[in-house]
Every structure is written in C-alpha cells, then in structure tokens.
C-alpha cells in the first residue's frame, strides 16, 4: 500500500511538467505510469516541435495554453539543460489552391497574437533556403517555431522532480478505483494500492480508459496515427529550418525537420485508426510521406533512411482541451484533448491544473529550497579534443566508446543508468544518450548496452529489456 497527497497517472510530458509544479510544494507526491520509462507514448514519439499558436482556434483553451507554454520552454531548457533549436519554420506554398488559404492563415495567426508570422514571396524563401523546390509560390515564415529534444525534455523534468522529492512509480498499470462517499478510496495497479487525497489522470491516450473508472467520461480518445522516417547525418540534403505543408483543420502535414541532433526527420501522417497499440509503419503511409516532402524538397534522400516509427496520438471526441476538477468525484482531476499540441503545451497546462486545484481546496506551501537547476549529462561526441581529453582524465570511462554510430561513452551509458528516474532498459539509454540511434540501429553496441545494464542493476543479461515487460534482449524462459 502506497500513500500520498498527490496521484499523477502518466508520466508523459504533461505528467512530469505536473510532477516538477508539485515539487515546489510541501506535499508528498507520486508518479506512476504503466510503462518502464516516463515519457508516455506521444510524448516520446513526435516531431519535437514547439510552435506559436499561429494555426490554432483563436480563444480556445489550447490556444491560450499553447501562446503561455511557448514562452517559458526556453527558460525550462536553460535551467535544465535541455537542447533546443531555435531555427524557425517555413510553410512552402506549392500549389496555387493553396495560396487561396494562406489570408486566413495570416489573419488567425494575428488573432493568436503571432504578428510574426509572416507570408514571403518566392525569391526570399529561396534565399533561407535554397534546397526547396524552385517552382515554389512563396511560403509562410514563422520565425519562433522551434525543435527540442522532446526525449530530454520529459526526462530533465523527471529528474528534477525526483530530486525534489517526487516519486515515480514505473512499470505500474493502473487496473481500477474504488469510488465511495464521492472520493476514490483505493487506486487499485498491478504494483500494489495507492492512496492519495488527489488523483490526477493524465494518462493520455489512455485518459478515457481511467475516467471511466470513476465515472467522470463524457468523451472518447480516438488514437490518430503518424508514421515517420528518420535520415542519418550523412544524408546530403538537409535544411536549416522546419519545412511544413501549409496546415489544414486536421493536421499541420508532412514536416522535413533539422533535429537537435543532427538527424532529418521526416513525417507525420495523420490517420484515425481503432487500436491505440498499433504502432506499425504502412508502405501506404510512408509512400504518403514521401510524396508530399518530395513536393517541398525535391532532393531528399530517403536512401539515407536509418529507421521508421509511429506516433500515436490522442485525439479527443468532443475536441480540444478539458481540464476537468470533478464536482462529483472530490480530488479528481482529469486532463483530456493533449494531442500533438501537448508537448508545447504541458509547462502552461500544469500551471492551470495546479491554479484550479488550488481554487477547488488544494492546499499548499510552497518550499524553502526548491532545486531550481538540472545538469544534463555531458556529451562526449559534442566536445573538442582538449575537451574529451579533459573529460577522460576526470572520468576514463569516457575513453570507451560503446555507441561509434553517435559516439557515445560508457560513462554516459552509465550515468544515465544510475541518475534518479534511471533507464531500466534498452530503449531508455537510447532515449537519455542516443547509444543505438545511429545507423547500425544497435547493431554494434547492443550486446555491450545489455551488459552494462545488467551489471548496473544486478540482473543477468537474460533479464534486459528492449522495453515494456516483456521485450526481452535475450532468451527468456517463461516464468
């Protein structure tokens, strides 16, 4: 039995943007997620993107988080060291039916508050950047579009949570609540009970499932599909700013984006589809991408490709934000409608729910001594030689190379085993530290990562875990 003041169910981008808010405060607060990492399941397969409010319903609520949240990622990235670009977007008009839409574009994006959003002619787009297609009719330039580490950024927020005193409960399914009196009583999971005064249901693609526990679900999550391709650093067609189809109601298209890390991705789709678990990659949709990025950028070479994934979002029936304080289920809080916005969004969407929690009789004092500041860990591939020289002598872990695709050490496998909220498995030391994100895809330091994560938490190898519960690396005999 686990008690606590405060629930947070997911442990997405919403979820530790939550559990960081909290950590201010003098209560005891609990995370838990049914997968073995946080980052939930949209939050850790996007685009990275964190954009204005320019293409959104003027007055909604995720316009006006979106437009808060926007403005405070930078000071986040600064106090936890998070990388971030700052290389704006550009939306290349192709098509002439699609110059008929960009006056209604401009004009919403000013109603938003974003007078930079600007339409550009032809010559000028070309001059920012000239890989894309030469019979473009101009393009709409937003200049503070930006694309983040979206791994890092939900882990630096966990980590610093965790320093603060938050717990973080993995591997944990929620499974059911008892409901009497108007309070949940019991948070039944398959890692024991928990108690807590407030429950917060933040568990995206997965929201409605838990509302419907307490019977506080007057909405269906429908999962929308994005299938992505990733291009190595080799490829030799890149550009310098996100590259975006001009957006529609649904979507805002097919993105060519320069990551932080070097990488071009290119995607998404945007299909409703029935299984929340259907994280297959379709050769109708990724024929669909590559149609539509080779429109705006003629020479993009998908030869290059190293990998494909899914993104599943969370699409919201009746759309759009609902941060909901139950009247009839006392200390619920349920958080529904985050979709692709979410991760732009998550900073100002704690704020708000802590605001109206706070409204509703949460109760709270704020502590003396909240660690403001996160150090990431340092990247050996990113240094000069004076700089890797000083760092193997501080630590000569830092003289082994396990990752040669990304160049990644042993220290920084290992430190990001034991930081607090650790990778557990595979996939989590891919996400902290990039081992296994180059071209060979874990093909040369796979075995190595295994061992190193055994040993790190004294479990044999056949234990390792790709992800999940039961991906295991090895051969595993059934228990």
Request: charged share 25%; with cysteine; hydrophobic share 40%.
């Amino acid at each position: 039995m686990y008690q606590t003041d405060v629930l947070i169910i997911g442990a997405g981008a919403v979820g530790v943007a939550l559990a960081r808010e909290f950590s201010k405060y003098k209560v005891d607060v609990l995370v838990c997620d049914k997968n073995d990492d946080v980052g939930g399941e949209a939050s850790k397969s996007n685009s990275g993107l964190t954009s204005t409010s320019a293409t959104m319903t003027p007055g909604t609520l995720e316009c006006r988080l979106r437009t808060i949240s926007h403005s405070m990622i930078d000071v986040l990235c600064r106090e936890l060291d998070v990388p971030i670009s700052h290389c704006g977007s550009i939306a290349p008009v192709v098509y002439p039916e699609q110059l008929e839409v960009v006056p209604n574009l401009l004009e919403k994006a000013f109603q938003n508050g974003v007078y930079d959003y600007e339409f550009l002619p032809k010559e000028e787009v070309l001059a920012m950047e000239p890989v894309l297609n030469p019979d473009i009719l101009g393009g709409i330039y937003s200049p503070r579009d930006s694309q983040i580490n979206q791994f890092l950024m939900v882990v630096a927020q966990a980590e610093n949570a965790a320093e603060n005193g938050v717990d973080f409960l993995l591997d944990c399914k929620v499974t059911g609540m008892d409901v009497a009196g108007g309070r949940i009583e019991t948070v039944h999971t398959t890692r024991g009970d928990i108690k807590a005064k407030w429950i917060i249901n933040a568990a995206g693609l997965h929201c409605d499932d838990i509302a419907k526990m307490v019977e506080e679900c007057d909405f269906s999550v429908h999962p929308r599909k994005g299938e992505f391709y990733v291009l190595s650093h080799e490829t030799p067609v890149k550009v310098s700013h996100i590259i975006s189809s001009i957006p529609s109601a649904k979507t805002r298209g097919v993105l060519v984006i320069p990551t932080v890390d070097g990488n071009i991705l290119v995607g998404p789709t945007a299909d409703d589809i029935e299984d929340k678990t259907d994280k297959k990659t379709t050769r109708e949709g990724m024929a669909e991408i590559k149609r539509k990025a080779l429109d705006m950028v003629p020479g993009l070479q998908f030869s290059d490709t190293i990998t494909q994934f899914v993104g599943v979002r969370p699409a919201r029936e009746p759309e759009g934000y609902n941060i909901l304080i139950s009247e009839k289920v006392k200390g619920y809080v349920g958080i529904s409608g985050i979709r692709s916005t979410g991760l732009t969004s998550s900073l100002a969407i704690a704020k708000y729910t802590v605001h109206e929690m706070k409204a509703a009789g949460f109760e709270a004092e704020r502590k003396v001594g909240w660690i403001r500041y996160r150090r990431g860990i340092v990247r050996f591939a990113d240094k000069t030689d004076e700089e890797k020289d000083a760092l193997i002598q501080a630590d000569p872990l830092y003289g082994k190379i396990i990752c040669r695709c990304e160049q990644v050490t042993e220290s920084e496998i290992r430190q990001a085993i034991r930081r607090p909220v650790g990778a557990k498995t595979l996939d989590a030391v891919k996400r902290r530290v990039r081992a296994g994100m180059g071209r060979c895809q874990s093909g040369f330091c796979g075995p190595q990562v295994i061992r190193i994560l055994a040993e790190e938490l004294g479990i044999d190898e056949n234990e390792v875990r790709k992800r999940g519960a039961k991906a295991f690396m090895l051969d595993h005999p059934e228990p």
